[in-house]
C-alpha cells in the first residue's frame, strides 16, 4: 500500500533552517508530483511548495517563495523541503502528499516548532 513516511521536523530558532524528507512507497514515485502542505493550529491545511514529477517544475506559496525548497530523489524515492530563514509563522504540522491514480495520500505530519 502507499506509505508516505515524513522525518526531520523539530525545533529551529527564528532565522535558522531544517529538512524536512518524505519517503515513499507502494506507487511508481518518479510518475507522480509531490507536495507539501501545512497546517498552522486552527487553521486549515495550505499547499506550501509543489514539485513535478521530473523535478523540473516547483511552485511555492508566496508566504515561503525565496526561503523554502523543494526537491526529490527519485533514485530514493524521496522528496525534501529545505527550509530556511524560519520564521514563528511557519509553526505547523507539515504533511507530504502525493496522488497517484487520483487517489490523495498524505503522511502522518511532522511538527515543525519555530520560537526563540
Known amino acids: 500500500q502507499v506509505q508516505l513516511v515524513e522525518s526531520g521536523g523539530g525545533y529551529a530558532q527564528p532565522g535558522g533552517s531544517l529538512r524536512l524528507s518524505c519517503a515513499a512507497s507502494g506507487f511508481t514515485f518518479s510518475s507522480y508530483a509531490m507536495s507539501w502542505y501545512r497546517q498552522a493550529p486552527g487553521k486549515e491545511r495550505d499547499l506550501v511548495a509543489h514539485?513535478?514529477?521530473?523535478?523540473?517544475?516547483?511552485n511555492y506559496a508566496n508566504s515561503v517563495k525565496g526561503r523554502f525548497t523543494i526537491s526529490r530523489d527519485n533514485a530514493k524515492n524521496t522528496v525534501y523541503l529545505q527550509m530556511n530563514s524560519l520564521k514563528p509563522e511557519d509553526t505547523a504540522v507539515y504533511y507530504c502528499?502525493?496522488?497517484?491514480?487520483?487517489?490523495?495520500?498524505w503522511g502522518k505530519g511532522n511538527l515543525v516548532t519555530v520560537s526563540s
Open positions: 514539485i513535478t514529477s521530473s523535478g523540473g517544475t516547483t
Open positions: 502528499n502525493a496522488v497517484p491514480w487520483g487517489i490523495n495520500y
